[in-house]
């Protein structure tokens, strides 16, 4: 966890609060399903949660007013009023909430979109999922949603199915570090956090975050491929086959004569 804290707290330097959440998050759900205890864990937020308050606090003694005119500061103040600069700091929250208004329950049609017509900045990075709830609506919201929720489940079915400790939690990892990923990008454009600038796996335009999702799903399908090579190599030599295998078999054996 030390080391954990050390890597967040350069990456909040930088500064960058949305890689800093997914990768604090993703280590605790290692840490909980490497089996640690949930008192260990409590006691070290609540270590690491004074701490960020000491940070704060020190950091507003020895430069006041700058982190009140920090983004950061500036886009929780959007999250809680969005109205209060609508054209300033609120803007793209607007727009996407604009955007999934639009939408509907079936949507305005695949290529239909108007906000993407230079209404909502980025909306092929990270608001693209206001662009997807505006074409495909509330159902189409439904169905893609589900269809993250069945990569996820799957993700911790191959966890599960590792004989081995250390594929575990290398699966636990990857599918936690995608499911963060997703919710904190679907959670700022439909205004459930603030917005962190956090791509949507898999969907997102962007070269190198695809290519560490999709090396990070080849890892996840083969320590796949690996428990069932095990599972498949555990089954007893001489055992029976099975009703299928029995009735398929022919038996080429002479006939008795009578």
């Known amino acids: ?4 804290g050390f890597v967040v707290g350069l990456i909040m330097l930088q500064p960058d609060f ?4 997914i990768l604090a998050a993703c280590a605790g759900v290692i840490v909980i399903a490497g089996g640690a ?14 701490g960020v308050i000491v940070v704060l606090g020190l950091h507003s003694l020895l430069s006041p007013g700058k982190l009140a005119d920090g983004y950061q500061f500036a886009r929780i103040q959007s999250w809680l009023d969005p109205f209060q600069d609508a054209q300033g700091t609120s803007y793209n929250l607007l727009q996407s909430l ?18 993407k017509l230079l209404y909502l900045p980025y909306p ?3 608001f693209i999922f206001a662009i997807i709830a505006e074409e495909w609506g509330f159902i189409g919201t439904s169905i893609f949603l589900i269809v993250y929720l069945m990569f996820i489940w799957r993700g911790i079915i191959i966890a599960l199915r590792c004989p081995d ?19 904190i990008n679907i959670g700022g454009v439909t205004r459930t956090i603030p917005i962190t600038g956090v791509t949507l796996p898999l969907i997102s335009y962007g070269g190198s975050s695809l290519l560490i999702t999709m090396a990070s799903i080849g890892i996840l ?13 555990k089954k007893p ?6 009703s299928r295998e029995r009735t398929t078999k022919k038996d080429y054996r002479p006939l008795r004569s009578v």
Request: aromatic share 6%; net charge positive.
């Open 237 to 242: 030599v001489g055992s029976l086959p099975n």
């Open 37 to 50: 205890n949930l008192k260990h864990i409590m006691n070290c937020l609540l270590v690491g949660l004074t």
């Open 1 to 4: 966890m030390i080391i954990v």
């Open 98 to 115: 604009k955007a999934v208004a639009h939408g509907g329950w079936t949507g305005a049609g695949f290529g239909q979109s108007i906000q």
């Open 124 to 126: 092929y990075n990270d």
């Open 165 to 183: 400790t250390y594929g575990t939690l290398v699966s636990v990892g990857i599918i936690g570090i995608i499911a963060v990923q997703a919710f």
């Open 18 to 21: 949305g890689s800093a959440m």
């Open 221 to 233: 399908l083969s320590v796949s491929r690996e428990a069932n090579r095990i599972s498949h190599d």
